[in-house]
Every structure is written in C-alpha cells, then in structure tokens.
C-alpha cells in the first residue's frame, strides 16, 4: 500500500515514539503491559505486522539498505566508544565470568543445536544457498552476542536469504524474551536463590555505588558542538571503514579468493569489523568521554531505526510454516542456560551477575537494563557497560559461530 520511503520512514519513527513514549508513561495500564511485554519485542513485530498485511514492504524499500550501510557502522562505533575497560574490570571477576561464559554458550549451543536436531531431523537444518538454516542461524548469533547491529551484520556478512532471515528474526525474538522472562523470575526471587547458592551479594552494593559515581562525574546537557561531535565519531569512523573496507575485500578476492569461504573477501565483513575496531580504539581515547553527551543515546537511535526496518522483514506466519526452527532456538538457549547455572554454582556467583551476564549477550543493551533494573533501579547501567562488551564482541563471536555451524550443518 505504502511504497514512498519517506513515508515509511515516517510511519517507523512514529511506531518507534508511541513504544517508547507508551513503556515510559507511569500509566498503570501501560506499566502492567510492558511488565510482561517487552518494547524491544514491539519494535520488530508492528513494523511485521505492517509488513504481513501488506501496508509496508521491505521488498518495496530501500530503508534497510540505508540502515545498515550507514547507520549500522556508526551505531557500533557510537556504542562501543564508551567502553570503559577499567570499570568493566573493577566490576568484579564474576560478572565477566558469567558474561564470557554467556557468550561461550551462544557460540558452542548453535553448532551443538544443529547437531542434536540433524540425528532426528536433518531437514530442519539443512538448506543450500543463501537460505541454507545454517546461515540464518549466524544472525541469532550475531543478536544472542551482541544486538540488532551484529544481527544485521551477520545477514550481509554470510549472505543470508530474506525468507530464512525472516522467519529467523520471529525465532531470535520470541526465544530471547522467553528468556528473558525467566531472568525476571529468577530476579523477583533473587534473595532466595543466592541463599541457596551461597553467594556474596556485597559484590553488588559496591557495584551500584561505583555506577553511581561514574554515571554523576561524566553525565552532562549536550550542546550542539557536543552533538556534531559525536556524529562526527560515528559517521567519520564509518567513512574510514567503508574505503578500508572496499579496499581490503577488492585485494582479497583478487589474491585470494579461497578465503571466500570465511567472508573475508565480503566488503560488509570488513565494514563492520573495522566500523567495532574503530569504535573500540576511540575507547581508549578523549573521545570516550562523547557518552556523557548522548553518544550510546544516539547510537541507540540509529539501532532501533535499524531493528523496525528489519522487523519489515520478520515473517510472523513463520511459527506454523517453520515450527522446527523453534525446536533449534529452544535446544540453543537451552544450553547456554544450562552452561551459565553450572558456572554460576561453581563459583558461588549472585543471580544478579548471571542474570545480568546472560542477558547482555541474549538482549544486548536494549534489554540488559531492564533485566538489571528488576534488582535495583541504579543498577540498570550496568546491564548497559557490560551489553556494549557484547557489542564489541557481538561481529567476533558471531563470525566463529557461523563458521561452527557451517562445519556441523548436514549437506
């Protein structure tokens, strides 16, 4: 029905205002509904939604084109910049356990999926071609480590069909926040499981003094000079990777095209790898300080223009056509979960470092806050620090993880 992008463009941001403006309200109504559904969740499926009545159509739009060659880049760059490592380490052993061994458990779980579903369903797995299910795997992976940024990232990287992709998005979605749910279970009774667990919770009264310190020395109001700096990081850095990035894939593919085979000679591949590199460079650099003026903000921005424009793309009738895709993404999560709770006992971590660890690499930084705030408002930036880690990681983890898979998938 709408094919003039600048009307879906429109029609994305006034969808992506009434979610957030709704899941701010202090409306009880509202309150109660974004208790149990989170807004991340609406961002993908009304722009799906949109999409299956044929309102919208991303086969009609040239948005997601737009999203991820320039504001995907700029999003990692903006994301990762404010990395802070120091902190990052000052926030305890534990939490980095638990967030390594998240990541761990998405990498391992997609191969091992694959192979638990091949003995008995290898049809469910298989696929050649751009639509082969391995390939639409490494986008959950790129979103279970990272984000939207790294799902996207993923799709051009290893060329991943639209119909595949689609019905991927509706599995990565609904998976996740099943997850996620469980996470804020297993917050409410929190007190309960460390005592079970026999976990030292003072870890976690000196991590929300030291947020709170850190947050109140770099918060600031923008200017506009502070505003066109930190699009002038995002955007230059993402101009630098794209030459590079052309550059690099033109000599590769020229020299050797065997590597192929490992999307080295992929322009997008080098894109974003550059685009996450630069971005961590600039961590250790002034430009750091760009996150107490909006930079995360920003690039926030930027991520979830990107995820409804993928959201056009989800394939919401995917439940019934493909029900053997959620059987993957359910063994997936299952064994990440499984990984996590073992090393959360070993160790004697508090529930909140778990919870916490999983979900920056499940829900990234659009979800860890919530998950972080359900144990105490102050600590929602943490979930932040630690989800922008995965963001870093995310293009990485991802990248080995579709390797895994590709070794694992039947023929």
């Known amino acids: 029905m709408i094919t003039n992008d600048a009307v879906v463009l429109g029609l994305l941001c006034v ?5 957030f403006g709704t899941a701010s309200s202090r409306r009880p109504v509202f309150r109660a509904f974004y208790k149990y559904v989170p807004s991340i ?40 910049l404010s990395i802070d490592l120091k902190a990052v380490v000052r926030l305890g052993p534990k939490l980095m356990v638990l967030f390594l061994t998240g990541t761990i458990g998405v990498i391992l779980g997609g191969p091992l999926a694959i192979l638990i579903v091949s003995i008995f369903s290898p ?56 997850w996620m749910a469980v996470l804020l279970l297993m917050a409410g009774n929190a007190q309960s499981i460390d005592r079970w667990n026999k976990a030292n919770t003072a870890d976690i009264e000196i ?8 947050k109140s020395r770099i918060d600031a109001i923008p200017s506009l000079s ?22 690099l ?37 002034p430009a750091r300080r760009l996150e107490g003026v909006g930079a995360s903000r920003i690039g926030s921005v930027f991520l979830y223009l990107l995820v409804a424009t993928i959201g056009m793309k989800m394939n919401v009738t995917s439940v019934v056509e493909y029900p053997g895709l959620y059987v993957v993404g359910l063994i997936w999560i ?38 972080a705030s359900a144990f105490h408002p ?15 990681l995310g293009t990485y983890g991802a990248w080995i993880c579709g390797q895994l898979m590709r070794l694992t998938a039947p023929m």
């Open 249 to 285: 894939s033109e000599t590769i593919d020229a020299s050797y095209p065997a590597l192929a085979r490992f999307s080295l000679t992929s322009s997008f591949f080098w894109l974003v790898v550059i685009a996450t590199s630069g971005g961590l460079l600039l961590s250790f650099t």
């Open 334 to 371: 299952a064994i990440h979960a499984a990984l996590l709770l073992i090393v959360a006992r070993l160790i004697r971590a508090p529930v909140f470092f778990l919870a916490v660890g999983s979900q920056a690499n499940i829900g990234g930084a659009a979800s860890a806050p919530i998950v």
């Open 15 to 19: 969808i992506l205002a009434m979610v």
């Open 41 to 80: 969740l609406l961002c993908y499926f009304i722009p799906a939604l949109l999409s299956s009545a044929g309102i919208i159509s991303d086969e009609h739009s040239n948005l997601y084109f737009i999203a991820s060659r320039y504001l995907l880049p700029a999003c990692l760059v903006l994301l990762t």
């Open 123 to 178: 049809e469910t797995v298989g696929g050649q071609g751009p639509d082969a299910v391995w390939r639409g795997l490494t986008t959950v992976a790129g979103s279970w480590i990272g984000g939207g940024a790294n799902q996207a990232a993923m799709k051009e990287v290893f060329e991943v069909g639209d119909d595949i992709f689609g019905a991927l998005i509706a599995v990565d979605v609904l998976v996740a926040n099943l």
């Open 207 to 214: 991590l929300r003094r030291k947020m709170e310190e850190y």
């Open 378 to 392: 102050v600590l929602a930036p943490v979930g932040v620090l630690v989800a922008v880690l995965g963001y870093a």
């Open 226 to 247: 502070d505003t066109m700096m930190v699009l002038a990081a995002g955007f230059g850095v993402t101009a630098i990777a794209h030459g590079c990035a052309d550059y």
